[in-house]
C-alpha cells in the first residue's frame, strides 16, 4: 500500500510563503509515472484542485488562483513532490491534500497538512 506523507503547513501571516511536501513512503514508489495533484479543502467548502504536475514532469497547471504564486515541483531522488505558495492569503487558508494517480487505476492520497494565513 502507498503511503503518501503532506508536511510543511503551519501558521503564516498574508503575503507570506511555505513550501508543502508530499513524501511517498513505500520503497519502490516512484512519482514519475503519475499525474501528481494539489488540492485543498477549506472549512465549509469542497475540495479543490490547486496545481498537478506529471507524468515525468510532461505537464503542469494551476488553478486561477495558484497561478503566478504557487509553484509545483517533482524530485523523484527523493521521491517528494513540493507545492512553493508565495503571496499567501487569508482565503488560502485550508487543509491541503496531495494526490497521486496512475490512469485512474491507481489513486494514492495524503493525510493532509493544514494551512493557516492569518495575521
Known amino acids: 500500500q502507498v503511503q503518501l506523507v503532506e508536511s510543511g503547513g503551519g501558521l503564516v501571516q498574508p503575503g507570506g510563503s511555505l513550501r508543502l511536501s508530499c513524501a511517498a513512503s513505500t520503497s519502490g514508489f516512484t512519482f514519475s509515472v503519475y499525474v501528481v495533484r494539489w488540492y485543498r479543502q477549506a472549512p465549509g467548502k469542497e475540495r479543490e484542485f490547486v496545481a498537478r504536475?506529471?507524468?515525468?514532469?510532461?505537464?503542469?497547471d494551476y488553478s486561477d488562483s495558484a497561478r503566478g504564486r504557487f509553484t509545483i515541483s517533482e524530485d523523484n531522488a527523493k521521491k517528494t513532490v513540493y507545492l512553493q505558495m508565495n503571496s499567501l492569503q487569508p482565503e488560502d487558508t485550508a487543509v491541503y491534500y496531495c494526490?497521486?494517480?496512475?490512469?485512474?487505476?491507481?489513486?494514492?492520497w495524503g493525510q493532509g497538512t493544514q494551512v493557516i494565513v492569518s495575521s
Open positions: 494526490n497521486a494517480d496512475l490512469a485512474g487505476q491507481y489513486s494514492y
Open positions: 504536475i506529471g507524468p515525468s514532469d510532461t505537464y503542469i
